[in-house]
């Protein structure tokens, strides 16, 4: 990626992060990106076209982090690395994981647009549900409510933990991993 590029993702990200996206200006972007106003729209027609890349680029950093080696091992190793890899991620105070809660929020993100390009960062874990389904290890259920039983969860510890709300305890953090690994199950896999 280009360094200015870059650079200009990184500052609107801290300034969302810091101070939300009331008020957010190409003034602002500009002055902490260390670059003239100009230049942002070199790389940008405006400001939601900078907010709808940036949007795309935290989705692809967070789909890095939770995805990571997700190819390895079991169905079992794999889902269970994937929750881990949420919890800690959300537990991080990072202008990534601050500012990704942010564009959650934003108008635009259920059009069909943004709905496939989620699809297609986040293939790796709709496979993982796929072949889970296919195995007959998990019920036979949309990937958007196997990811609300397994993995809402860990998003919602790693938020309580960031925010203070509760203390981080690995032994309660993998207890609650598990006990969503059984709620995706079906009950002819846990009879094995």
Not at 90 to 117: C, K, M, V, W
Not at 153 to 178: K, T
Request: net charge neutral; aromatic share 10%.
């Amino acid at each position: 990626m280009d360094d200015k590029r870059q650079l200009i993702f990184d500052a609107t990200e801290k300034i969302i992060a810091t101070k939300g996206l009331q008020g957010l200006s190409m003034q602002q972007i500009a002055s902490e990106a260390g670059v003239a106003a100009g230049t942002i729209y070199r790389y940008f027609k405006d400001k939601d076209e900078l907010i709808g890349e940036l949007r795309k680029n935290v989705l692809r950093l967070v789909a890095d982090r939770i995805l990571a080696d997700i190819d390895n091992g079991s169905i079992e190793d794999r889902f269970k690395r994937v929750w881990h890899n949420i919890v800690n991620f959300g537990r991080q105070r990072t202008s990534t994981n601050l500012s990704y809660e942010q564009y959650i929020h934003l108008p635009g993100i259920d059009n069909d647009a943004h709905q496939g390009f989620e699809r297609q960062t986040f293939g790796k874990l709709h496979e993982l549900f796929e072949q889970g389904r296919e195995l007959k290890i998990f019920h036979p259920l949309q990937d958007k409510v196997l990811f609300a039983i397994a993995f809402e969860p860990a998003v919602s510890l790693g938020r309580s933990i960031r925010r203070g709300q509760m203390q981080y305890d690995v032994n309660e953090i993998e207890q609650a991993c598990h006990l969503c690994w059984l709620a995706i199950l079906t009950p002819t896999y846990l009879q094995k």
